[in-house]
């Protein structure tokens, strides 16, 4: 957990984070948000406020930088010289708040579509005004600024074959429109486009109550829903100041980890169709299906399963569960080997993934790029090792790294990651404690059924809980887990009643996307295809 640690000058902005960076080494800008006080119970400076959260080279030290905007102005400098990361982070918090970023390459909308009017989430926004784009974005305001760049004329430009790919299409792995510039079968400049599934998450947990918001986090990385869950749920208990029992904190991460195996099968399984080979894709996919079996069964869906609680979980293990699971774990070891087998010493695999969309390391930290693209640049970076947490340091399993940060890297990180995930659900199964899956915790915790039917207390609480929500304490939090993808992080403002004044989510697809367009320029459009598949961008993540 983290609250604000500076709150500075908002002229000091960039020479007190110039010198954090350079003097504390603190190289990832992890997120950038505003927080709108217009409504807040306290009186404050101003109305927005700008929260900068960094993390340190170190990967276990993290620092958060609070600074008023004057309201006259809403400008402050854009640190975008210093961090490649700031640069989707500002124009999303200029799209959804109206604040200006000074010296920024291309403050423009990134979620919301152009012709949208206003700044919905400002307090101030009607919740209910919908506004419907009539017309498409050509994109040449970023597209031929970026060509001039790279020394093109305006008579070259013109012999440029111009691209889209997407947002309709398969090889985009979600609504992402790639507009190309190609010079034959080579992209010479990418524009990335996204906001096609932009479905208001942040607006939305404003106007419910904590517990209420669990279900909007499975629709995040839908490929690996309870992660979101446990990474909402683990920032609002923080929050609270509560820890959650033994047995709950094991069973979060059985599941969790069983997520992260799925979200890896489908990522590994995708990629290898884009390759052509579709038999990998049914030996990957046949494990996957009996884990959504398995979850089906315990949480009562199948892809988008609503399964913790603040302060727990919503059921226990049902019985049978642990010959379920050996079952799905055993099916996926099998798989990941039959799948391998076909691919480690096929020449045309190795061809096709080896030295294409090669990231670096100092690449990936200057975009903020965490999770398994970051490790298979040879980065061993996992919050579970650098900032433990539910006891994940008692638990004997690696890092996986990769050495180059190509496609080949990223996709062999993913399958020994599961069989790590494998080893700690093996571990986690053996040392699995007896006991409560819920805090005991009136305020938090909707009481039994027989106490809600039983006496005069039980009844009143439940009305409180389901109408009032969970009073967190008044305050402004960072927390952050390691989700299938890298750092899922929540930024929240509690104003002391039953629903969030703000929810800010640090998706880890953000900020890998932002750089897609960098990685694939310079190579062929097919690898780019291969490129993105093996980057795992998820739309609902970075669309929100």
């Not at 009017?117 to 017309?135: F, N, S």
């Not at 890092?399 to 190509?406: E, L, P, Q, T, W």
């Not at 819920?438 to 915790?445: D, F, K, Q, T």
Request: charged share 25%.
């Amino acid at each position: 957990m983290l609250k604000c640690d500076l709150l500075i000058d908002s002229k000091d902005i960039k020479s007190t984070i110039s010198k954090l960076k350079n003097e504390k080494d603190y190289t990832i800008l992890l997120d950038i948000t505003i927080i709108d006080y217009l409504k807040f119970p306290d009186i404050t400076p101003s109305r927005f406020a700008v929260v900068y959260i960094l993390r340190d080279a170190s990967f276990k030290n993290q620092i958060s930088i609070k600074t008023y905007i004057d309201d006259n102005t809403l400008e402050v400098d854009s640190l975008c010289y210093l961090y490649s990361a700031a640069n989707w982070a500002e124009r999303e918090a200029y799209d959804q708040y109206g604040i200006r970023f000074k010296g920024h390459p291309n403050l423009k909308r990134v979620l919301n579509h152009h012709q949208f009017v206003g700044h919905p989430l400002r307090k101030d926004y009607e919740i209910t005004k919908g506004q419907i784009c009539t017309h498409t974005e050509d994109l040449m305001d970023e597209m031929n600024p970026l060509l001039k760049q790279k020394g093109y004329t305006p008579e070259d430009i013109d012999d440029l074959m111009l691209l889209n790919v997407g947002p309709s299409h398969p090889a985009s792995h979600g609504t992402i429109r790639n507009f190309v510039a190609m010079e034959g079968e080579t992209i010479t400049a990418c524009v990335t486009e996204i906001g096609y599934l932009h479905r208001g998450f942040e607006k939305a947990c404003e106007n419910h109550t904590y517990s209420q918001v669990i279900p909007y986090t499975d629709r995040l990385n839908y490929c690996s829903a309870i992660l979101n869950n446990i990474g909402y749920s683990k920032a609002v208990e923080e929050m609270l100041n509560i820890d959650i029992t033994a047995r709950a904190k094991m069973i979060r991460i059985i599941i969790g980890e069983l997520s992260r195996i799925i979200d890896h099968l489908v990522c590994n399984a995708a990629n290898m169709v884009d390759l052509g080979g579709l038999t990998n894709f049914w030996y990957l996919f046949a494990p996957r299906d009996m884990a959504y079996d398995l979850l089906s069964k315990l949480t009562g869906a199948r892809l988008t399963n609503t399964y913790t609680r603040i302060g727990g979980l919503e059921f226990d293990l049902y019985k049978g569960f642990d010959e379920d699971l050996a079952n799905v774990l055993k099916e996926t070891e099998i798989a990941i080997d039959d799948a391998l087998s076909l691919i480690a010493h096929n020449k045309i695999f190795l061809d096709r993934t080896q030295d294409v969309g090669v990231i670096k390391a100092d690449f990936a930290l200057q975009h903020g790029i965490t999770g398994p693209n970051l490790r298979a640049t040879g980065i061993a970076h996992d919050l579970r090792k650098d900032k433990p947490y539910y006891g994940y340091e008692n638990f004997d399993f690696d890092i996986v790294i990769g050495s180059h940060g190509d496609v080949y890297d990223r996709m062999m990180c993913r399958f020994e990651e599961m069989r790590q995930s494998i080893k700690i659900i093996r571990q986690a199964m053996k040392e699995l404690p007896s006991g409560a899956i819920n805090v005991n915790a009136p305020g938090i915790l909707l009481p039994s059924k027989k106490d809600v039917y039983g006496n005069i207390e039980g009844l009143m609480n439940q009305f409180k809980l389901t109408f009032e929500g969970i009073k967190v304490p008044k305050g402004e939090y960072y927390s952050s887990t390691e989700a299938a993808n890298g750092e899922l992080g929540f930024f929240i403002v509690s104003d002391g009643s039953g629903k969030p004044y703000k929810v800010k989510c640090r998706p880890p697809c953000f900020y890998s996307l932002a750089a897609f367009s960098k990685i694939v320029e310079g190579g062929m459009l097919a690898d780019a295809v291969v490129t993105m598949a093996s980057m795992n961008f998820i739309a609902g993540e970075f669309d929100r």
